[in-house]
């Protein structure tokens, strides 16, 4: 993913005022020593501008080409053609669908029960910090072994702990043949959805934890002595305290699960109905060799990514604004 | 705790940043054995990283540059990322490798492209390799449309049933030397269920143009049905092909393994080892994993030819081979060098060294009247022989062909055509859509491409 890098308006901290004021009496050795502050971090802007703009402009211009690197001779300059293909192509249509459903859904789910874990990590009990650490583990995984285990050692339907354990559970109750369900190709989405919130509820629950120990204490105590019971004190403190923590959870969340590759790759391989925009450009990529359409396919998802950031940010920088207006 | 964890995590951003930096800082370097500098005596060699090319790469110091005093620059990618390098290495001709690993998919339109060096002229001078030993079928696979040679197998493949023989005696079962695929499927019935747990068969089922469409396609072949017919008109919708697709289908999902829209060769492989299947239709190079020390089902196992219906023979045939780059500065180094990896020499050189049973075998005649190899692998050594004989990979079907080609169709858009056709059947594999819908869908895609080959 590409960011826009944009040079500061205002020279870095400390110069502003006696920049801005020198400016007008004495142009030269003034803005040579705006200049003198600024030079130290040129380096590290053109580094940044190379290593994240350039790659991205050539994507755009690779993406006006059709360009198959299988036949290397019929390069040609096409115009907008790839867009268009993307925008008609079926299976690149369904898989925007895909990705909208896989994220919205790993993103709700994972929200919702990492709220529910956070709660209950917020009141003190014995062990609180080992179990903390181990509902934490998850998301330290590495994604593609994390979609490994969850292929073969759970839903596995020969030697799954999923269908084992119901085999040995049954089996307490004299049943001999239980049902063993194919989870993956009953319900490919939903498996490879499993996944994704096993690793991001942590992500979640930690976002919401720190929300719950930043809450006032006084504020509590005093709806406590104003007679509000649990229910009402969640209902109108904590969810209104914890809105910015969700807010920035479902932003984060979104943003890494509509790149996500690793668990569709490696328990589906796109199939069933699973590819999302991230395998598919891939399939274009490596599969096809289409350079061409792979990068249009790229540059509308950056396209389709910063308007849907644009808005989310905007959701939540109000919220910013409005917490410095309440102070 | 927190704070420890904090601290730990700084650390841990900290170390990750260095170590993305380095890792950026190693990449602008440039990957690989540096560029084709004007030294006569070393070779760029660029090879995928099966366990074949990684022994070949212990043992080339010792052996190949000792004798030649020809150092050897080895690059080893997995083979997607070895694919796309080779294609972005010989599409511009760099020259950055003399010598890379293709297989008999890649050789006709590499050679088209002109980016293959014929090697001909060295095989008639060298006659301590003897290209005559060399397979035919093999040959042929890696021979361009203008007749010549331009690449030398490393090791071949084609595809064969396997089967548990103690499992069919004691049901009293009798595998033919050659069954049909309604034999198969009938032994399939019965061998379901022999032992707890046990499926009849096991098909690959996952989605991938290496995957599920090579042995799908060599039973639309025996049956009768082909991708294209020799005017490039898709045939995905003729009634033979939906015959075979549909018996495939129906096979796995009656007696095949539990999850089969995932399993691939890798899945089958171990179901087979842990006794999961009585039967297991695949690749030649998965007996030798059967066979292996260590492995539960070692010596039960029984190897009979690739069923049929409609066709004589119906194995596939699949080989990594040596090309050498055109735009090569040093052919006759490279030469050297691949006359070496494909040569009787090594093949000896590793069954002494190694162990016979992982010779890179299925290229040449002489390595099945080896003595000491067949010792290893008398089981199903004669079988592969003649399944990599049998195969026909200009005429493996009932009808005339456009283009060569068993398990694929050879044509660069083959392997997106294929992938994407694999995730409809896999689909019908899983169920959630008929066999008519899931080919419907797939002849659409097949006319596009079809239309750009006319």
Same mark, same amino acid.
């Given at each position: 993913m590409s960011t826009s890098v944009s040079t500061p308006e205002v020279s870095p901290a400390g110069a502003p005022a006696d920049a801005a004021a020198p400016r007008k009496a004495r142009k030269g050795p003034g803005r040579a020593r705006v200049?003198?502050?600024?030079?130290?971090?040129?380096?590290?802007?053109?580094?940044?501008?190379?290593?994240t703009q350039l790659p991205f402009v050539a994507t755009v211009v690779i993406s006006f080409f059709d360009w198959n690197s299988l036949s290397p001779d019929s390069r040609s300059f096409n115009a907008f053609a790839n867009y268009g293909e993307v925008f008609s192509d079926p299976s690149l249509r369904d898989s925007v669908f895909t990705t909208v459903w896989l994220t919205a859904g790993v993103v709700i789910v994972s929200v919702v029960l990492g709220l529910l874990l956070a709660l209950l990590l917020d009141r003190a009990f014995i062990g609180r910090g080992f179990v903390r650490t181990l509902l934490i583990t998850p998301f330290l995984l590495v994604p593609v072994s994390a979609a490994l285990m969850w292929k073969h050692l759970l839903y596995n339907p020969e030697y799954g702990l999923l269908n084992g354990g119901w085999a040995w559970f049954t089996g307490l109750f004299g049943v001999d043949t239980p049902a063993q369900p194919d989870w993956i190709s009953d319900m490919p989405l939903a498996a490879v959805a499993a996944a994704l919130i096993w690793q991001w509820t942590p992500f979640m629950m930690l976002i919401l934890l720190a929300g719950l120990q930043s809450r006032s204490a006084e504020q509590m105590e005093?709806?406590?002595?104003?007679?509000?019971?649990?229910?009402?004190?969640?209902?109108?403190?904590?969810?209104?305290?914890?809105?910015?923590?969700?807010?920035?959870?479902?932003?984060?969340?979104?943003?890494?699960?509509?790149?996500?590759?690793?668990?569709?790759?490696?328990?589906?391989?796109?199939?069933l109905g699973t590819a999302n925009l991230p395998y598919t450009i891939y399939q274009t990529f490596y599969?096809?060799?289409?350079?061409?359409?792979?990068?249009?396919?790229?540059?509308?998802?950056?396209?389709?990514?910063?308007?849907?950031?644009?808005?989310?940010?905007?959701?939540?920088?109000?919220?910013?604004?409005?917490e410095a207006n309440r102070a | 705790m927190l704070h420890l964890q904090q601290r730990r995590s700084r650390l841990s951003v900290r170390l990750g940043t260095g170590a993305a930096l380095t890792a950026l800082l190693a990449g602008c370097s440039g990957a690989g054995g540096g560029s084709a500098s004007g030294d006569k005596d070393s070779i760029n060699v660029l090879m995928v990283n099966n366990p074949q090319m990684v022994q070949l790469q212990k043992l080339t110091a010792a052996n190949f540059t000792k004798e030649t005093g020809i150092e050897v620059h080895f690059t080893v990618l997995p083979e997607n990322d070895v694919r796309d390098k080779i294609t972005q290495d010989f599409s511009n001709q760099a020259g950055q490798y003399d010598v890379a690993t293709i297989s008999n998919f890649e050789v006709p339109f590499y050679a088209k492209n002109g980016w293959l060096h014929p090697l001909?002229?060295?095989?008639?001078?060298?006659?301590?390799?003897?290209?005559?030993?060399?397979?035919? %079928?093999?040959?042929?696979s890696l021979t361009a449309q203008d007749g010549k040679l331009y690449a030398e197998p490393f090791y071949g493949e084609s595809s064969f049933l396997m089967y548990r023989k103690d499992v069919f005696a004691e049901k009293n079962l009798k595998m033919p030397a050659k069954p049909t695929w309604q034999q198969v499927a009938d032994l399939a019935a019965k061998a379901d269920g022999a032992k707890s747990g046990m499926k009849g068969i096991c098909l690959r089922g996952l989605p991938g143009w290496g995957e599920v469409i090579a042995p799908l396609t060599t039973v639309v072949n025996t049956m009768g049905?082909?991708?294209?017919?020799?005017?490039?008109?898709?045939?995905?919708?003729?009634?033979?092909?939906?015959?075979?697709?549909?018996?495939?289908?129906d096979l796995v999902k009656k007696h095949g393994e539990a999850g089969a829209p995932q399993s691939g060769y890798a899945e089958c492989l171990n179901n087979m080892t842990q006794g999961k299947t009585?039967?297991?239709?695949?690749?030649?190079?998965?007996?030798?994993?059967l066979e292996a020390a260590g492995s539960p089902v070692r010596g039960k196992v029984g190897y009979v030819a690739a069923p049929v219906e409609?066709?004589?023979?119906?194995?596939?045939?699949?080989?990594w081979a040596w090309g050498m780059q055109k735009a090569s500065k040093k052919t006759d180094s490279a030469w050297k060098f691949i006359s070496w990896a494909s040569g009787k020499d090594y093949e000896n050189l590793v069954g002494k060294k190694v162990g016979w049973p992982d010779v890179p075998a299925g290229k040449r005649a002489s390595t099945y009247s080896n003595k000491d190899y067949l010792k290893d692998a008398s089981a199903f050594a004669s079988v592969t022989q003649q399944a990599i004989a049998g195969a026909n990979p200009r005429d493996p079907g009932t009808q005339p062909? %456009?283009?060569?080609?068993?398990?694929?169709?050879?044509?660069?858009?083959f392997t997106d055509l294929g992938t994407k056709v694999s995730q409809e059947i896999s689909s019908a594999i899983a169920g959630r859509q008929s066999v008519s819908d899931a080919l419907k869908a797939s002849q659409a895609l097949a006319e596009k491409v079809g239309k750009e080959q006319k």
């Open positions: 200049w003198a502050t600024r030079a130290p971090l040129l380096p590290a802007l053109i580094f940044l501008i190379a290593v005093a709806a406590r002595l104003d007679g509000a019971n649990a229910w009402q004190m969640f209902c109108y403190l904590t969810l209104p305290h914890l809105r910015r923590y969700l807010e920035l959870g479902v932003l984060l969340g979104s943003i890494y699960i509509v790149q996500n590759f690793d668990a569709v790759f490696t328990i589906t391989a796109g199939g599969q096809a060799h289409e350079y061409g359409l792979a990068s249009a396919a790229g540059v509308v998802v950056v396209i389709g990514t910063i308007v849907v950031a644009t808005f989310a940010l905007r959701v939540v920088s109000s919220l910013f604004s409005e | 001909d002229e060295y095989t008639a001078k060298d006659k301590a390799f003897d290209q005559k030993d060399i397979l035919k %079928p093999l040959q042929e049905g082909t991708w294209f017919d020799k005017d490039w008109n898709a045939r995905l919708d003729s009634p033979e092909f939906k015959k075979a697709v549909q018996f495939y289908v009585a039967m297991w239709y695949d690749a030649t190079a998965g007996a030798g994993s409609k066709t004589d023979t119906s194995g596939w045939l699949y080989t062909r %456009p283009t060569v080609g068993i398990q694929f169709v050879d044509i660069p858009e």
